[in-house]
């Protein structure tokens, strides 16, 4: 029995120790990544660098245009997916009768999960630029990033609402209210730290996303401001790819390449931590109510 006991103890102390070293690389990676980025972007980081507009064939200037591209884009695709993956995610779980069609929907998010982003921007090429006419726009790249972060944020609301005890559902409509009320009143708030969880996720994602906007939305060079959703705009992944794949002066536009990489760490670090603090926050609430 002893020598049983001891051969798991080892058998244990094995696991933790592979998944300890595991842990350990992972973050001597990470940190060689941001220690690799900081040390050619910083150099290129200054108060002109981030407001001013490029100039001289983004040999010189800023990335102010590129910046906000970004924050349109990102924030247009979390306000338009949100909505949508939210109100999908309640009735899978609280009004479809579970049976082969929901399973089969379920195949289908999941499945839409790994489809390359690529294909997703062909398909804004194709739908929102050419079929609705939306053009080359912050619109149709919104549109076409909702979609690529549409699977996470049903996933999470899913999980999220099914966490919710049944004990909450069972109470409201006892006192009268309807399934309706009840998923508003109680199940939503009670879920809300989670379905932020999934807009959280789809942030970091489609803020770094370049094949979905290649198509749709950016330009190579602006010298101005995008007037409304429905022009062309430059966008920091894009911005990045351009000057390393397509400059024709690396000397100078590869260091801002490496600046314009810092920047875009920094605005999807700030926007999560905003959302991770609101999802706190909110949490929080619904506890002490």
């Not at 919710?164 to 309706?180: F, H, I, Q």
């Amino acid at each position: 029995m002893s020598r049983t006991v001891s051969k798991r103890h080892r058998k244990q102390k094995i696991a933790f120790t592979i998944l300890g070293l595991g842990l350990v690389l992972l973050l001597v990676f990470l940190l060689l990544m941001f220690y690799f980025i900081l040390s050619k972007g910083l150099k290129v980081i200054s108060w002109e660098f981030i407001t001013q507009k490029p100039r001289n064939g983004m040999t010189e200037g800023g990335i102010l245009p590129a910046i906000l591209g970004t924050l349109y884009l990102t924030l247009g695709a979390v306000l338009l997916a949100t909505p949508l993956g939210v109100l999908t995610a309640i009735y899978l779980t609280e009004y479809a009768k579970k049976g082969k069609i929901i399973r089969i929907i379920r195949i289908g998010v999941n499945n839409l999960a790994g489809v390359p982003s690529v294909v997703f921007g062909l398909f804004g090429l194709g739908i929102f630029v050419k079929y609705f006419g939306l053009g080359v726009s912050i619109f149709s790249g919104a549109l076409t990033l909702s979609i690529v972060i549409l699977p996470t944020i049903v996933r999470a609301s899913e999980e999220a609402i099914i966490s919710v005890p049944d004990e909450y559902r069972k109470a409201s409509l006892a006192l009268g209210a309807t399934r309706w009320q009840t998923v508003k009143n109680v199940v939503l708030p009670a879920a809300t730290p989670g379905i932020l969880t999934g807009c959280i996720l789809g942030i970091g994602r489609v803020a770094g996303e370049t094949a979905p906007i290649l198509f749709t939305a950016v330009t190579f060079f602006s010298m101005r401001l995008p007037n409304s959703i429905f022009d062309e705009t430059m966008a920091l992944p894009f911005h990045i790819y351009a000057l390393v794949s397509e400059g024709t002066f690396p000397a100078k536009q590869i260091p801002i390449a490496y600046g314009t990489a810092v920047v875009l760490l920094t605005m999807v670090l700030l926007i999560n931590l905003v959302a991770i603090t609101l999802r706190i926050r909110y949490g929080d609430k619904t506890k002490h109510q």
